[in-house]
């Protein structure tokens, strides 16, 4: 039988039930920015100096504790070990975890731990996944809670891509069986919902790596009122309102249309004048 894995910290954890069911709304307000960061990594290895960066960045080691979320991973053990070292490693010991299960109802307590963490931490793996238990939950509104509460939300490749409104879950729609995006072409790249904090962009990750170009490219097109984001690995961008900084050891690429209305020739889309940034450590850039 499938169990909710908690590491218990600071009594956080009373046993007392909450309510919580998929039917239930969902809690993202109108605005994408009430005042919390996110800190968004491309995947990849995390060397030291990106991980303080985090851990500065949230304010934790003026006091709180940071909650690993491993929900998008079939290895929660796994995540919940790593990712609790990550931090333990750079002087942080208040850390816990929750693996909450599809269909399974939280307690207040848990709820309220989600609420409260000054920093919540979702690790690689399966952003559908992740999203599959969380979405239209009382899990959900919690995050939203404590990122409206002036915390952060961070996460690392599936953690990164749930990040946006718009999600990209990594299937091919029209070549389901092509190992990699080897066109740029209309309807082929699925998106589905994220957690939504950023409403005016999309976040692609382990960009330069896995060469991601032509998929970002067609979503650029398709979408030219957003901001298409690609993070390489071991890279991230720290994200305060509309501002944006890029940490890290590589880059970060930003394609933007404009606005600019897409050409189409059969399923083959077409552009002129697409904007292209890259990003290096310490550069700074606007998501407006």
Known sequence: ??????ILFFGLFIAALGACSKTETSSKPESAY??????IIGGGSRPASLINSMIDESGIREGG?????????????????SGKKQ???????????????????PTKAQ?????????????????NRFMGVVAGTEIEK????????????????????????????????????????KVIEQGNTDLADGLGFIKNAIIDQHFVVRSRFNRLLSLTMENPN???????ESTAIVVSGNKVKVVGLSQVLVFDAKGQAAQLQGSKLGAKDINLSIYLDGDEFSLN
Do not use: H
Request: with cysteine.
């Open 1 to 6: 039988m499938k169990k909710a894995y908690s």
């Open 34 to 39: 009430s005042g919390g960061k996110l800190f």
């Open 65 to 81: 504790y940071a909650l690993v979320l491993p929900m998008a991973t079939t290895l929660p053990d796994r995540a919940i070990e």
């Open 87 to 105: 931090f333990t490693d750079n002087g942080i010991s208040a850390v816990g975890a929750i693996n909450f299960i599809e269909g399974e109802t």
């Open 111 to 127: 709820l309220d731990s989600v609420r409260n963490a000054k920093l919540i931490y979702i690790p690689g793996g399966s952003q």
């Open 142 to 181: 919690a995050i939203w809670e404590s990122f409206n509460n002036g915390n952060m939300i961070a996460g690392t490749s599936a953690g990164a891509a749930v990040m946006s409104e718009k999600m990209i879950t990594g299937t091919q729609l029209l070549r389901p069986d092509d190992s990699g995006f």
């Open 226 to 232: 957003l901001k298409c984001i690609g993070i390489d």
